[in-house]
């Protein structure tokens, strides 16, 4: 059974295609045959062996890579507790948490103390074959391709944490996404756009990619490459700003998206690629009554809603390429220099 894997950290060549016999998982799991697998920074973050505060590594090598993935169902455990059919296109929710704790009981497992994430932790999903909980797996919605499923879990279950949950984006508000062409920031405009926001974006490529994002809806486009560029978002709102900010970037865009937002606006977090430490200044922040609210990953229910969500709006996960297994250094390389609109999937061949 081959997949993508690692046996030490480093650049894209640390990566490689390898070969495992097949398993079962324990009776209470349902095989999936992987189809397509989306990739994420956070591939990129695990391969390098990047450290610091709220980073999780591998525990062990070799380590299957991949948090995204979506395919069919081969097999069901015994004990599996699951109304799911043998072939039934499904995409898998990545997280694994405790199914108990206070966070656990009401949905909110990504808040779990002892919550992991497949790809991160424990071996990833960039294999022929993977056992999961069936809680963890939800049908494909109809209309949507294998591999715009397999870019469904991680950004847009992040996504949905950002404008839903942790945003609380209210019909007619503006909202602003920096870092636009990425794949969480692509799932962030769409559900948006689909909650009632009035969506702008800002990027450093706004001649690449502007055509692009205006067909997703966004309405004002803004070059976070341009010093100070905040004070273009200002003279657009009459001085006032928006009301939230979504900030995938972190350090480069910080101090410009809390620039960004009107008195009591909001700044939702979701990444730190391009650093850790943005030097913003605490009093700009607290005499406008500004605040900055943490929204990684959400939870069970939270994949389950917008998995819901995705199709009834029918929502298409803007995609920039489809590589096969071979390719997954140059997929890697397209995440790190973040030359592309959306997501990068990889197409597992699974005949
Ligand atoms: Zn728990």
Redesign the pocket.
């Known amino acids: 059974m081959r997949n993508v894997s690692i046996n030490s950290f480093g650049g894209p060549e640390v990566l490689r295609i390898a070969d495992r016999p097949t398993y079962r998982g324990d009776e209470t799991k349902v095989r999936v045959d992987v189809e397509a697998c989306g990739l994420n920074w956070l591939d990129v973050a695990v391969r390098s062996g990047h450290s610091g505060p709220g980073i999780r590594l591998p525990k062990k090598f070799p380590h299957v890579m991949g948090a995204d993935a979506a395919g069919r169902i081969g097999a069901l455990g015994m004990d599996a507790r699951s109304d799911l059919r043998i072939g039934d296109r499904v995409v898998v929710y990545p997280g694994l948490?405790?199914?108990?704790?206070?966070?656990?009981?009401i949905g909110e497992?990504s808040?779990?103390?002892?919550?992991e994430l497949l790809g991160e932790d424990t071996d990833g999903v960039q294999q022929e074959e993977i056992w999961v909980d069936p809680r963890n797996v939800a049908m494909v919605p109809q209309g949507l391709t294998t591999e715009e499923a397999a870019a469904i879990p991680v950004a847009f279950t992040t996504a949905w944490n950002l404008i839903i949950s942790a945003g609380a984006v209210r019909v007619g508000e503006k909202v602003l996404v920096v870092g636009a062409s990425g794949g969480v920031a692509t799932a962030a405009i769409q559900l948006a756009v689909s909650a009632g926001a009035v969506v702008w974006a800002g990027t450093r490529s706004p001649d690449i990619f502007a055509r692009s994002l205006n067909a997703l809806g966004v309405s004002e486009l803004f070059d976070t490459s341009t010093p100070n560029w905040s004070t273009f978002v200002a003279d657009l709102t009459d001085g006032c700003g928006v009301d939230v900010v979504v900030d995938p970037v972190g350090a480069a865009t910080w101090k410009e998206s809390l620039r960004s937002l009107r008195p009591g606006g909001r700044l939702v977090a979701c990444g730190a690629s391009s650093g850790d430490d943005p030097g913003i200044s605490i009093r700009e922040l607290y005499q406008a009554h500004k605040r900055i609210i943490g929204a990684p990953l959400g939870g069970l229910q939270s994949f389950r809603s917008v998995v819901d969500t995705i199709a009834t709006h029918q929502i298409h996960p803007v995609i920039d390429r489809v590589v096969p297994m071979e390719d997954v250094h140059d997929a890697h390389n397209a995440i790190e220099t973040s030359n592309r609109m959306g997501k990068v999937v990889m197409r597992i061949d699974n005949s």
């Open positions: 948490s405790c199914g108990e704790c206070q966070f656990c009981r497992t808040m779990c103390p002892k919550f």
